[in-house]
């Protein structure tokens, strides 16, 4: 088998080049790859923690929307303090990335994804220690994006997930957080000269998810009321917190922007798509199915459901007039 292949049983903490922590599911790469490793403490787990996280609107910076700052901030609403550093995983929306230079230096552990490419989400791991997280006690920081200057300024998928270490956490329900960033809109997309201009839309059907089983996220894809496409789009797709992409049946032309096992970092998948598939105002049966294949694990939230998010971005030549309509949550569903 594949070593970077996502597994329902995967080790909660597991990674493709992996420094397994003592302090279980807490995970640093090796230290050649620049990650801080954390030692496990001496005091014993707690088995009443619960964690949560919340992320704040936007604010630009001196006055340029194209910078944005968000506050984030990470408590503990349980009956005992955190024995453990915990993880925070933050993901930009499409179309922006982390401003390297504002980065809160003092948490960042390292990227998951790194990509100057701004229709790719980046993934980033920031470490609390557990001392910042005694009952009702947390952290607050800030977190800089960049914003790409053409594209969209309507964004609900900025998200963050906290993972607990070796402590056990009395509910999960809090420990996501998917935040309508509020940006200033900007002038209408203008179409450069020598771009072709093009319209992508999806079309989802909610996926019904079962632990340990294979289930398809059903996306279509197409083009409207535009030119058809020259060249090749991509499909960004994010899968849901808990859940992974089986990538033992995912097609060989599908691209993983990232090798963690660990179920509750979600996967990050680049996917192609022919522009013979984005000809504008095809009939709704003739529009390119894709069909994405979820596992969930064992604690992924059977009440509430997930989101996993995509965007398909025009790649080359062609230039999306209305990113904002081909891109957006898509909802899974997991029953109890």
């Not at 995967?10 to 922590?21: D, H, M, S």
């Not at 957080?177 to 839309?201: C, E, H, K, Q, T």
């Given at each position: 088998?594949?070593?970077?292949?996502?597994?329902?049983?995967?080790?909660?903490?597991?990674?493709?080049?992996?420094?397994?922590?003592?302090?279980?599911?807490?995970?640093?790469?090796?230290?050649?790859?620049?990650?801080?490793?954390?030692?496990?403490?001496?005091?014993?787990?707690?088995?009443?923690?619960?964690?949560?996280?919340?992320?704040?609107?936007?604010?630009?910076?001196?006055?340029?929307?194209?910078?944005?700052?968000?506050?984030?901030?990470?408590?503990?609403?349980?009956?005992?303090?955190?024995?453990?550093?915990?993880?925070?995983?933050?993901?930009?929306?499409?179309?922006?990335?982390?401003?390297?230079?504002?980065?809160?230096?003092?948490?960042?552990?390292?990227?998951?994804?790194?990509?100057?490419?701004?229709?790719?989400?980046?993934?980033?791991?920031?470490?609390?220690?557990?001392?910042?997280?005694?009952?009702?006690?947390?952290?607050?920081?800030?977190?800089?994006?960049?914003?790409?200057?053409?594209?969209p300024r309507l964004f609900d998928m900025m998200s963050g997930y906290v993972l607990a270490g070796g402590d056990t956490?009395?509910?999960?329900?809090?420990?996501?957080?998917?935040?309508?960033?509020?940006?200033?809109?900007?002038?209408?997309?203008?179409?450069?000269?020598?771009?072709?201009?093009?319209?992508?839309?999806f079309i989802s059907e909610t996926a019904l998810l079962r632990t340990g089983q294979t289930a398809n996220q059903v996306?279509?894809?197409?083009?409207?009321?535009?030119?058809?496409?020259?060249?090749?789009?991509?499909?960004?797709?994010?899968?849901?917190?808990?859940?992974?992409?089986?990538?033992?049946?995912?097609?060989?032309?599908?691209?993983?922007?990232?090798?963690?096992?660990?179920?509750?970092?979600?996967?990050?998948?680049?996917?192609?798509?022919?522009?013979?598939?984005?000809?504008?105002?095809?009939?709704?049966?003739?529009?390119?199915a894709i069909n994405i294949p979820l596992v969930a694990s064992d604690r992924a939230l059977a009440c509430r459901g997930?989101?996993?998010?995509?965007?398909?971005?025009?790649?080359?030549?062609?230039?999306?007039?209305?990113?904002?309509?081909?891109?957006?949550?898509?909802?899974?569903?997991?029953?109890?």
């Open positions: 088998m594949d070593p970077s292949v996502s597994s329902p049983n995967a080790v909660e903490g597991g990674v493709e080049r992996r420094t397994v922590l003592k302090a279980a599911g807490v995970v640093g790469l090796a230290a050649a790859a620049g990650a801080t490793v954390l030692a496990e403490s001496a005091q014993a787990a707690s088995q009443n923690v619960d964690f949560w996280i919340s992320i704040g609107n936007a604010r630009t910076v001196d006055g340029n929307p194209s910078k944005i700052t968000i506050t984030v901030e990470v408590g503990n609403a349980g009956t005992e303090a955190a024995t453990q550093p915990v993880r925070v995983i933050l993901i930009t929306p499409y179309y922006a990335n982390f401003d390297h230079a504002a980065r809160p230096y003092f948490l960042f552990n390292r990227y998951i994804v790194q990509n100057a490419d701004p229709a790719v989400p980046e993934m980033m791991e920031l470490i609390i220690p557990a001392a910042k997280l005694g009952v009702h006690q947390g952290e607050k920081f800030d977190v800089g994006l960049d914003l790409l200057q053409d594209g956490e009395t509910s999960l329900l809090n420990n996501e957080a998917i935040a309508s960033v509020d940006v200033p809109i900007g002038p209408p997309l203008s179409l450069p000269p020598g771009r072709n201009p093009v319209n992508f839309f996306i279509k894809v197409g083009a409207v009321d535009a030119m058809p496409a020259l060249n090749t789009a991509r499909f960004i797709y994010v899968s849901p917190y808990r859940a992974k992409i089986n990538r033992n049946v995912a097609p060989g032309n599908w691209t993983f922007l990232h090798s963690e096992t660990d179920v509750r970092i979600p996967d990050v998948v680049s996917i192609p798509v022919s522009p013979l598939n984005l000809i504008p105002n095809l009939p709704i049966g003739s529009l390119l997930g989101k996993g998010f995509l965007a398909v971005s025009a790649t080359g030549s062609d230039f999306d007039v209305q990113p904002q309509i081909a891109m957006g949550r898509i909802a899974t569903i997991q029953p109890i």
